[in-house]
């Protein structure tokens, strides 16, 4: 398949990581000589995406920053033959930043909703910002080549979702999908069910979804009716979750999880994010 587009939702408050994050993002924390940010940001280039928008709350604007042009410092490398350097510094002059704000932490649907105007694409990539995966394949190209091998009726209509088989004993902390065996092959599966942090003993499987997908334009169109009153997908007080659309879809739009091989870094947390640095650093 060919993505155009991705979203990237940055508006967490990063509270694991204060006081570091009072100013300085979470997601321009460093791995070896690169931010997080621009980890998830070369993973969606490396699928011919061009076109990339930043969710962000108010305070985080460095983070587009990172990527801007400057043609006064460009200059000055060139003048001074800092060539590398200079390539460095302009690599994502090609790239189509956008940024849009998420006033209120209601949710990742929620955030990504604030992007809507936006999408212009039948399939949209979702990368969220404390999810990488280190191997041979990063999780979008793994993601976008199990989508490529999908019944063609089904592409363009499909969801595909980033899995990774858990323990058991920390299904509360994740979405777990429900899989029919049948109309799976190997790493490849096909979902039928899906439960936001499920009780080990309740977890349908142990198949987890670990923050990338790939998302159909109509899941946009359906996650504002969850705000309405009354609508047993979305209870009173209850945030906004990508997942509680894909719930109301599920009868309606083929949905595909993807158990990516690899290595998963959960940055989200100081231990995790310490293993990124030693593996990716």
């Known amino acids: 398949m060919h993505l155009t587009q991705a979203i990237l939702p940055l508006a967490g408050l990063g509270t694991r990581f204060l006081p570091w994050t009072k100013v300085v993002p979470k997601e321009l924390l460093p791995i070896g000589n690169q931010p997080i940010v621009a980890l998830l940001v070369d993973e969606a280039l490396s699928v011919g995406i061009r076109d990339i928008c930043f969710v962000i709350s108010h305070g985080k604007e460095v983070i587009p920053e990172y990527f801007l042009s400057n043609p006064t410092l460009e200059a000055l490398l060139k003048k001074k033959g800092k060539l590398d350097a200079l390539s460095e510094l302009t690599r994502y002059h090609s790239v189509n930043f956008h940024v849009v704000y998420q006033e209120e932490q209601l949710g990742d649907g929620h955030a990504v909703l604030q992007?809507?105007?936006?999408?212009?694409s039948d399939t949209v990539a979702i990368l969220f910002g404390d999810d990488l995966i280190a191997g041979t394949k990063n999780g979008l190209q793994q993601l976008t080549s199990a989508y490529d091998s999908l019944p063609k009726a089904d592409q363009g209509a499909a969801a595909m979702l980033c899995l990774e088989n858990i323990a058991r004993d920390l299904t509360a902390s994740y979405g777990i999908v429900n899989v029919d065996d049948t109309k799976s092959v190997g790493r490849l599966k096909r979902v039928t069910g899906l439960?936001?942090?499920?009780?080990?003993s309740a977890a349908p499987s142990?198949?987890?979804i670990v923050g990338k997908y790939l998302i159909p334009r109509s899941t946009f169109a359906v996650l504002p009716t969850l705000q309405h009153n009354g609508n047993p997908a979305c209870?009173?007080?209850?945030?906004i979750r990508i997942i509680d659309?894909?719930?109301a879809q599920v009868r309606d739009i083929p949905?595909?999880?993807?158990q990516v091989e690899g290595i998963r870094l959960d940055t989200g947390r100081p231990e995790g994010y310490k293993e990124a640095v030693r593996v990716l650093g």
Do not use: F, M, Q
């Not at 992007?115 to 212009?120: F, L, M, R, S, Y």
């Not at 209870?235 to 945030?239: Q, S």
């Not at 949905?255 to 993807?258: A, H, L």
């Open 115 to 120: 992007a809507a105007d936006w999408v212009k």
């Open 195 to 200: 439960v936001e942090k499920p009780a080990p």
């Open 206 to 208: 142990t198949l987890g």
């Open 235 to 239: 209870p009173a007080g209850r945030e």
């Open 245 to 247: 659309a894909l719930i």
């Open 255 to 258: 949905i595909y999880g993807y």
